[in-house]
């Protein structure tokens, strides 16, 4: 498919990102906000054209277990699932981070904790990006904003991935995953040949050519004193992503005498507010995480420097805030405001935060 | 411009699909729109409504609670929604089984009696068009030939020889649609 301008939901957008960016296999379990991704992956047949897998697994635990099995192959293999879903998942996401084995996950959140709702939420910031699995280990986190960017994160995604031999979240939330918004799409990534794919995955188990030793798929090391060293080459990696992997975006923080602090649906609600603020004459910027992890920590810090508060807007308890707090190492006054359970914030209860908490 | 509608009524009515056509309209007249149900229980045989933007600049928040146009449906609908038209903006109701018309005084209100006009013309399947057209009369938001681009990306192929009822229907609404109060 070449570059087309369509309307389409945020889920829809991942699904036939994933056809366009040549993804290897698709392995899930149906749960709402997020059904659309499968739905449309089923629809499409991608089997038919590319000969993308598609498969839909007896539970979470088995998909993300099925993307471990094939992503160990060096194929593009992904899921995704929505907050009870990828709790599920943990265990295999710290397998896949221990095994360094790059794969995608996309999480659209909704209200927790437990089943809760299945309206939108924000409430899996610690889970992504502290863990959520055992282990010294993260998750290259990216947070779309908007349904093109569930489009063009997928490819980037992969990008990524490779690179860093890592497993990448798309942390996305309800609220993107069923808004249809104006996307163009672009032309096809064909899926890797089989030469290609020993080339750019050349750790794979895709067989043992006469020239090498075995290659071995695994997180597990008895001998202490080598987990060490593969410790430190994990947070080497970590630290290279925080080195050159940042991503944000920043509206109006020249001049602003506050910012809003926000990722995903909340930044677009945020932005909103702030344009009311602009309105009334109040000087509001915007700093829009687009990774979190890694956290934009300096870039955060060098705008903060020039601001006297800073409200922190998440449809949560306040995760994100603690991040945000060592990032200024608490050196401005900072906020939190968000809703739970499947509400979403308007824009007015934002700029009424903004007031009450942080400009009064 | 900017635009900011919610459309409301009941699951069934087809409140979601004219959201779809007008914000497909939107794109094919390359602006920028978003399209934004209310999802989740509530939408299994009770009301159903969707927020539709549409504007020539970047769109902010996709999530709105002050609409320049509420086009609603049912009586729960008008109750839940007159009071979010923001002042000087539009609602345009559909009569048919509301009991309390609305009573802000600050607002132009338009009625549409679309589900007896499309009962008497036995177009009952297309009665969201006729409301459509009455909402294009008013606010010509979209031009004519982009709707039709519009209901071709909305409707599935094999649907297409409905666009012509579809573009029909929008003519009638064009035509039906009464005021009740102007400012």
Partial sequence: MARELKLMKGNEAIARAMIASGTDGYFGYPITPQSEVMETLMAEKPWETTG????QAESEVASINMVYGGAATGKKVATSSSSPGISLMQEGLTYLAGAEIPCLIVNVMRGGPGLGTIQPSQSDYFQSVKGGGHGDYQLYTLAPASVQEMYDFVFDAWDIAFKYRNPVLILSDGAIGQCMEKLYTRDNVARWTEEERRKNAPWGTWGKPKDRAHNII???????????????????????MKENEVRYETLNCEDADYIIVAYGSSSRIAMKAMQMAREKGIKVGLFRLITLFPFPTKQLAEVAAHVKGILCVEMSAGQMIEDVKL???CGVKTEHFGRFGGIIPTPGEVLEALENKIIK | MTEEIIIAGFGGQGVLSMGKILAYSGVMQDKEVSWMPSYGPEMRGGTANVSVIISDERISSPIINQFDTAIIL???SLDKFEASVKPGGLLIFDPNGITHEPTRKDINIYKIAATAKAQELGISKVFNMVVLGGFLKLKPIVDKQYIHEGLEHSLPQRHWNLIPQNEEAIEIGKGLIECVQQL
């Fill in chain 1, 327 to 329: 990032a200024t190492k």
């Fill in chain 1, 52 to 55: 993308m897998t598609v498969l």
């Fill in chain 2, 74 to 76: 049912n009586q729960q």
């Fill in chain 1, 218 to 240: 695994t997180s597990l090391e008895l001998d202490s004193a080598r987990q060490e060293v593969f410790n430190l080459k994990l947070q080497k990696k970590y630290a290279e």
